[in-house]
């Protein structure tokens, strides 16, 4: 159904087509109370065309904020104010936010992220609330809003306190992490920035890496005071080494490499790379991300943690903006940009890529103690959900695999190609309410992926009820009523919140299901970072506890396990960061169970272990050779192509060229420059010297395949270049190949005559005696046509057919022999071999 337009997706929502039961169900604000709307009002001097934040949205955050043990709702607003609902059961709530004394200080406030913890010790859940937006500072102010207890109704009430704290940030926050990063016991604070500090936030420039990026993240350390009787916050971000630049639309905090220490992930929007800060265990961190990810998403937005392939390791999830429809690719994707790859090398940036990634745990590299990941969006389907924001990866359905649930939507299609090629063309002429009313606006439906196990993910969207259209930003999980299964609350803009009843635990055949409470150690009482792994009938699973998931919101303060059919876990491993585990039996099935930390004990950590290779450093054996590319754009020729075909060097030829019975290593040389012999010394070093068998005055051949053999039968090695790639049209003489003579000294010279006149664009060249004469034939395989990919260029079979000694000749005669190979094909490399064990080289 995703591939009709996404209206008559919202049509078919609407219509009962079978009589299968959804998973999810949308409840009306009438049955719920939660009238909750982002109303965005725009206007001429504030919209999309000149405030790009404009549509970055609300969170969700969800908790038990009067101690009833009913999980109550939190709604951050941009330009309305922010909602406290309470939870009065049966998934009816109260609005109190009047009463609970949680609004805006000033209606201006532009609020984002929202966390929900006890921050001061006192039992109680408190609020903290990201502002950003606006020019003045003072309307960017944090808010930290105490619980100070629960009135004679059960309403709790709060006192903003965010000043006394230390947590008033300013720094246009977009949401906040709490976690304990120096291993003292409390809780300490990071803080996502995202500022548009510059008119193209995508325009390459120079990397900052020294702290003095305006958008950067802010750290803060947990002191204590005694005094005060509650922690004030103390900015520690440099001294840290938190100095990265990034647009921030949400962070991570995870024990990365399993070393007790947690560690930092940042998802960044824009050119600004994503971070991994690895826990340096001294009060510092890392930027690390280029030993762990092999690449990462584009725009990234939301992000999540969760091990979705039962294997023990923690996977990550991270949202950006691939359209879904094919149509909609058209509209907004722009063609492969060489540019952009190469601007991500000069300028130091790792690969980005416009789609989902979800990166996949391969354990602990041994040999540097830190993980490694691969990406499997595209093989798991994962990989597009329009422009998203939340994704939440959670067992909706308690079959034991976590689903991934994605919010996504954008107002107005301001990427749009149609739209953008019509504003630069009147951009001046058309007012700016005019012109913004011819945006695009399209709503989209939500995402939900059902996990079958073995990373076999399927679209369930229609058929578990939540493929609702909206412009849809922050959302949050948890059980709403108390009735074993995940529902989900979802932050929209211009249109009331959703709130889906989960009917997982309903139905007959319900699964089965364990909840764990993890208590940490005062002062870390809410255990943010503790990971509770199950071990069930041979099965495992593993789920960490963090303060913040998805995109500035958070959900329920629980860790929920669904068990399928499952009637008994084994056992429970709590793990505290710190190095603290605990090992649990009797878990009850289907109900919230409490796991202290009382009787915890240190645990092993992951550590490097010895390789068996000695790592020799280059250079002290005279192999700093560095081979250079002039940069030829292939792309330039034929736009779709999967990879440059100019860049296959350089290949090495390894024999004795100077006699003296050492192998010497020949590396062929790239357009523009000459090859170099790597001469080996009796010390086992080597001396580089340049080698000139290049014809053209501006060296502009390229050389690929290279073989050492004696082709003249004097004794000594001659030396055979292959020239190829695409740099120059087909048929150019450019790519004739040549053969160098040694005088046995090791000086080698081109000896003309000695090849066949060929222009062929070539890849290998490989000796064997095919005609059983005695003396060294060749296979020469081609390449590619040039700017014909994926059209393929001659190969060859060249005869030896020197009568005399130091006058090698040879002569094609492929036709002869295999006419077949003249076009065999874009030959990589070949192999003479005795196949069939009848003495003669088969290849």
Not at 432 to 447: A, D, G, R, S
Not at 595 to 620: H, L
Not at 769 to 789: E, T
């Amino acid at each position: 159904m995703r591939q009709l337009f996404p209206f008559l997706a919202f049509c078919l929502t609407l219509v009962r087509c079978t009589k299968e039961e959804k998973l999810f169900v949308s409840l009306d604000s009438k049955h719920t109370g939660i009238e909750f709307n982002n109303v965005i009002t725009e206007s001429d001097s504030f919209n999309i065309l000149n405030t790009e934040f404009i549509y970055n949205g609300g969170g969700v955050g969800i908790g038990d904020l009067n101690g009833d043990g009913l999980q109550d709702l939190f709604f951050t607003g941009n330009q309305v104010d922010n909602k406290l609902y309470l939870n009065k059961g049966k998934l009816q709530f109260e609005d109190i936010s009047e009463k609970a004394g949680i609004r805006k200080k000033h209606p201006q406030q532009w609020s984002s992220g929202i966390n929900i913890l006890d921050i001061n010790l006192d039992g109680k859940a408190d609020i903290y609330v990201c502002n950003t937006m606006r020019a003045n500072p003072e309307l960017r102010r944090n808010q930290l809003f105490i619980n100070q207890g629960n009135d004679a109704e059960g309403i709790p009430h709060f006192a903003e306190r965010a000043e006394a704290y230390g947590v008033a940030d300013t720094t246009h926050s977009s949401n906040a992490q709490f976690f304990d990063y120096d291993n003292d016991g409390d809780l300490d604070l990071f803080i996502s920035t995202n500022f548009m500090d510059r008119w193209n936030p995508n325009a390459f420039s120079k990397k900052i890496t020294d702290g003095t990026a305006v958008n950067r993240d802010r750290l803060y350390r947990n002191d204590w005071s005694d005094t005060l009787k509650h922690p004030v916050f103390t900015e520690v971000t440099k001294e840290a080494g938190l100095i990265w630049e990034g647009y921030s639309h949400s962070a991570l905090i995870s024990d990365f490499n399993l070393d007790g220490w947690l560690d930092i992930y940042v998802a960044n929007d824009y050119v600004t790379n994503d971070l991994i800060y690895i826990n340096q265990k001294d009060g510092t961190f890392k930027n690390q991300i280029a030993s762990i990810f092999k690449h990462q998403a584009g725009s990234a937005m939301g992000s999540d943690v969760a091990d979705v392939n039962n294997d023990g390791l923690l996977d990550y999830f991270t949202t950006e903006m691939l359209p879904y429809y094919h149509k909609r690719k058209k509209l907004f994707l722009g063609p492969n940009n060489y540019s952009v790859y190469i601007n991500n090398e000069n300028y130091g940036f790792e690969h980005q890529y416009a789609h989902n990634v979800l990166q996949l745990n391969r354990g602990i590299n041994s040999e540097t103690a830190l993980p490694l990941f691969s990406d499997v969006a595209f093989m798991t389907g994962t990989q597009e959900t329009e422009w998203s924001w939340t994704p939440l990866m959670a067992d909706f359905d308690n079959d034991g695999n976590r689903d991934i649930f994605v919010t996504n939507g954008f107002p107005r299609d301001v990427t749009d190609h149609d739209f953008g090629a019509y504003r630069s063309s009147y951009n001046f002429l058309i007012p700016p309410m005019e012109l913004q009313e011819m945006i695009p606006k399209i709503k989209v439906p939500k995402f939900l992926f059902r996990n079958n196990g073995a990373l076999n993910f399927e679209d369930y969207s229609q058929k578990w009820g939540v493929a609702l259209p909206a412009f849809s930003n922050g959302a949050a999980c948890g059980d709403l009523d108390n009735d074993g299964d995940l529902d989900l609350v979802v932050n929209n803009i211009n249109d009331p919140a959703f709130v889906f009843k989960n009917t997982a635990s309903d139905g007959k055949q319900k699964n089965n299901f364990v909840r764990l409470k993890i208590a940490g150690e005062t002062p870390n009482s809410e255990a943010f970072g503790a990971t509770a792994t199950i071990f069930y009938g041979g099965k495992k699973q593993v789920a960490q506890l963090i303060s913040a998931r998805g995109y500035i919101s958070t959900s329920e303060n629980v860790i929920h396990f669904g068990l399928g059919n499952a009637s008994k876990v084994d056992s429970v491993v709590v793990r505290w960061n710190g190095n603290f585990s605990k090992t649990v039996t009797q878990i009850p099935l289907n109900q919230v169970s409490v796991v202290a930390f009382e009787s915890a004990r240190p645990r092993a950590i992951a550590t490097a272990t010895q390789g068996i290779f000695e790592e020799i450093k280059p250079a002290s054996l005279g192999l700093d050779y560095l081979h250079e590319d002039k940069d030829f754009i292939d792309f330039d020729y034929q736009r779709t192509l999967p990879h440059k075909f100019s860049e296959s060097g350089p290949q090495m030829a390894v024999g004795d060229a100077n006699g003296d019975q050492l192998d010497d290593i020949y590396l062929s040389g790239s357009a523009y420059a000459d090859g170099t012999w790597l001469i080996q010394t009796r010390e086992g070093k080597f001396l580089q010297k340049k080698i000139a068998c290049k014809t053209d005055a501006n060296k502009r051949e390229e050389e690929l395949g290279v073989l050492l053999f004696d082709a003249d039968s004097d004794g000594d090695n001659d030396l055979y270049i292959v020239r190829g790639g695409t740099q120059h049209p087909s048929g150019d003489t450019l790519y004739q190949d040549v053969l160098c003579v040694n005088d046995g000294k090791g000086n080698f010279k081109i000896l003309p005559g000695a090849l066949p006149k060929e222009t062929a664009s070539g890849q290998v060249v490989k000796a064997a005696d095919f005609d059983g004469d005695g003396d060294l034939d060749l296979f020469v395989g081609g390449r590619m046509l040039p700017r014909n990919y994926p059209k393929y260029d001659r190969s060859f079979l060249l005869r030896n057919d020197s009568k005399e000694k130091d006058k090698p000749v040879f002569t094609d005669v492929t036709k002869d022999l295999c006419p077949d190979l003249e076009y065999v094909g874009m030959v990589a490399d070949a192999c003479w071999t005795d196949f069939n064990g009848d003495q003669k080289p088969d290849l």
